[in-house]
């Protein structure tokens, strides 16, 4: 396997936590950290036995660089993309790839020109749990999603109010910053681009935008629709996911999604396939390419009920959770 060299640019809280989640992945070797604070990126490098770079563009050119990863905040995201690509390195972005339409399509071009990777972290593409939901619906159980609310209640108990987040020139603003995640989300699970998207930002008295709600129309009439808060503590925060796929509907919480629940209206064959379902779990649940499988719990993290209150058609209903 090759080893490739890691350089990471931006050492906050959350490149400390990427690097610690990637630093015993095989074929990856951290090389080199860089942050506008040195004693914060001395201090990771050591943790990592990386060496530091006098700063994040420099990190292109870094020796035994060969993926840089960008875990600044958001308005650098692009400059810093643009520069390791046309460097010809491999780039992980941590999302939003940018703050403007226009820088986002500079990086499209340079990453088309590039000999390098693109990739932006949109986690929930890869979450288990909504890849089974996924394909639940490619199998025939589940019909094409028609309605879709993702729900975000969130604390700023760490934003103080000097925070970079809350200045859109730096974050984005929430709809980018964090509506991301929506977007993409309802793009993967619908499989369409919106037709049109509609915004509204809530402004707290006296205070920054701490409310938005965005809905997104997909071809067929297919409406997402998303709502944002930061008006919970850090021990009422909740998110959830409504999946509405007609006769069936699938609820999905965590804040990383780790539990769904799916009800269906179906007959009596298709019933037959969906009590099928809890044995295998372990394959609805599995990583594509990874060789690794989410953990599903024991078997009766899963169950199937019937009800035959209007025959020949069953009511249906099905769990899985999953922890860790």
């Known amino acids: 396997m090759t080893t490739l060299g890691l350089g990471l640019a931006g050492c906050g809280a959350f490149g400390a936590y990427l690097l610690d989640a990637v630093a015993d992945l095989p074929g990856v070797r951290v090389v080199a950290c860089a942050d506008p604070d040195g004693d914060r990126a001395a201090a990771l490098a050591r943790r990592h036995g990386a060496a530091v770079a006098t700063d994040a563009a420099a990190l292109a050119g870094f020796p ?9 905040p958001p308005a650098t995201h692009a400059e810093l993309a643009v520069g390791a690509l046309r460097a010809g390195r491999h780039v992980f972005c941590e999302k939003p790839l940018a703050v403007t339409l226009e820088d986002a399509l500079r990086v499209e071009a340079e990453a088309e020109r590039s000999a390098g990777v693109l990739v932006v972290d949109h986690v929930l593409r890869y979450n288990p749990v909504l890849r089974m939901l996924q394909r639940l ?3 025939g159980l589940l019909d094409p999603l028609v309605r879709f609310a993702f729900e975000n209640d969130a604390a700023d108990e760490d934003l ?3 925070h970079w987040f809350w200045d859109p020139a730096h974050s984005g603003g929430i709809h980018v910053e964090h509506g991301v995640h929506f977007f ?5 699970l619908m499989g369409s681009e919106p037709v049109e998207v509609h915004g509204t930002a809530v402004r707290r008295e006296g205070g920054p935008v701490d409310i938005v709600v965005a809905t997104a129309t997909h071809p067929g009439g297919a409406v997402a629709t998303h709502t944002h808060s930061f008006t919970h503590a850090h021990r009422a925060e909740r998110q959830l996911m409504r999946l509405d796929y007609g006769f069936a509907e699938a609820r999905v919480t965590g804040w990383i999604p780790a539990h769904a629940t799916v009800t269906a209206w179906t007959d009596e064959q298709s019933a037959r396939r969906w009590e099928e ?9 599995a990583v594509p390419g990874s060789g690794r499988t989410a953990r599903s719990g024991s078997p009766s993290s899963w169950n199937a009920t019937r009800a ?15 922890t860790g």
Do not use: F, Q
């Open 308 to 322: 035959r209150r209007r025959p020949p058609a069953a009511a249906v209903s099905s769990a899985a959770s999953r």
């Open 64 to 72: 035994g660089v060969d993926v840089v990863a960008i875990a600044t």
């Open 137 to 139: 619906r490619d199998e």
């Open 184 to 188: 993409d989300a309802a793009r993967a």
């Open 277 to 285: 379902l809890p044995a295998r779990a372990a394959d609805l649940l």
């Open 160 to 162: 103080g109010p000097g």
